[in-house]
């Protein structure tokens, strides 16, 4: 069974950094993908950066520049480096992976920025 252990979440001032990780465990197959998804209270979760295995990257506009999203493939972990955070970042970050036709959420971590 494929479980998604996340860690790094916490509480910062603005302009602060952190950084989110990921890892797949329990799965021996190809990770077509993993990404980094925020869903901020009375808000939709929107995907906030992803990767596939071709190592293609995609993020929401309100993030470029500032954030970055890259993988171990050898340890089946996603990171997401957050810099220059700001108080609109504030949410609790899931991270995905996409294995076949399947798809794996992590528990959640929360970030909450300060101003």
């Known amino acids: 069974q494929v479980r998604m252990v996340e860690s790094g979440g916490g509480l910062v001032q603005a302009g602060g950094s952190l950084r989110l990780s990921c890892a797949a465990l329990?799965?021996?197959?190809?990770?077509?993908?993993m990404g980094w998804y925020r869903q901020a209270p009375g808000k939709k979760r929107e995907l906030v950066a992803g990767?596939?295995?071709?190592?293609?990257?995609d993020y929401v506009d309100s993030v470029k520049g500032r954030f970055t999203v890259f993988r171990d493939v050898s340890k089946n972990t996603v990171y997401l480096q957050m810099n220059s955070l700001k108080p609109e970042d504030t949410g609790n970050y899931y991270c995905?992976?996409?294995?076949?036709?399947?798809?794996?959420w992590g528990q959640g971590t929360q970030v909450t920025v300060s101003s």
């Open positions: 990767i596939t295995a071709g190592g293609d990257l």
């Open positions: 329990g799965t021996s197959l190809s990770i077509n993908a």
């Open positions: 995905n992976a996409s294995i076949g036709s399947l798809r794996f």
